[in-house]
Antibody, heavy 118, light 112 residues
């Protein structure tokens, strides 16, 4: 059984950075392309980017380029998403998600609430 | 770059059929597969349709997906509506020009 377990809620001040983790169990992270999706309160889903470990490449949504970094640690089977220069509009639930059984995002983490407030 | 536009909300009675549309702003809807996700309040999204019309294991056949090339849109149809179908639904596709994944704005389905 595949599980994606994310780190706990964070409260950050404007201008700070946040790093969210996503630990994978039941599958080898190297075989997965991990995506990150966020959802602001009361808003829709927004794709942020993905990391493909097979070629080490990352694709970021344009609006996050320069502020987001997606990485992985094969030794702990954990993916990370770091977002810098936080503003209040970055307050959202951040999800890691990947395709395992089908060619679509069929496994999701439980979400991590990041609150940006002074 | 393209956008996927969904109606903000739809409502229908239990037992009836509802269709949620997802219109692609530019480029052909048939160029890239469309997926549909269901999200209940406080929960992570769940995929209910992939590759335009395929149902993942465990998704009831009351849910179906299709694309309409003439309207440049995709649709999610739910028949025999149940109160448990009440949720937000999102369409999603892939933009080959910049390798980005695109979500529609979401549709709130009310079953009343």
């Amino acid at each position: 059984q595949v599980h994606l377990v994310q780190s706990g809620a964070e409260v950050k001040k404007p201008g700070a950075s946040v790093k969210v983790s996503c630990k994978v169990s039941g599958y080898t992270l190297f075989e997965l392309s991990m995506h990150w999706v966020r959802q602001a309160p009361g808003k829709g889903l927004e794709w942020m980017g993905n990391f493909d470990p097979q070629d080490g490449g990352t694709i970021y949504a344009q609006r996050f380029t320069g502020r987001v970094t997606m990485t992985e640690d094969p030794s702990t089977n954990t993916a990370y998403m770091e977002l810098s220069s936080l503003v209040s509009a970055d307050t959202a639930v951040y999800y890691c998600t990947t395709a395992v059984m089908i060619p679509a995002l069929d496994y999701w983490g439980q979400g991590t609430l990041v609150t940006v407030s002074s | 770059n393209f956008m996927l536009t969904q109606p903000h909300s739809v409502s229908e009675s239990p037992g009836k059929t509802v269709t949620i549309s997802c219109t692609r702003s530019s480029g052909s809807i048939a160029s890239n597969y469309v997926q549909w996700f269901q999200q209940r309040p406080g929960s992570s999204p769940i995929i209910v349709i992939y590759e335009d019309n395929q149902r993942p294991s465990g998704v009831p056949d009351r849910l179906s997906g299709s694309i309409d090339r003439s309207a440049n849109s995709a649709s999610l149809t739910i028949s025999g509506l149940k109160t448990e179908d009440e949720a937000d639904y999102y369409c999603q596709s892939y933009d080959s020009s910049n390798h980005n994944w695109v979500f529609g704005g979401g549709t709130k389905l009310t079953v009343l």
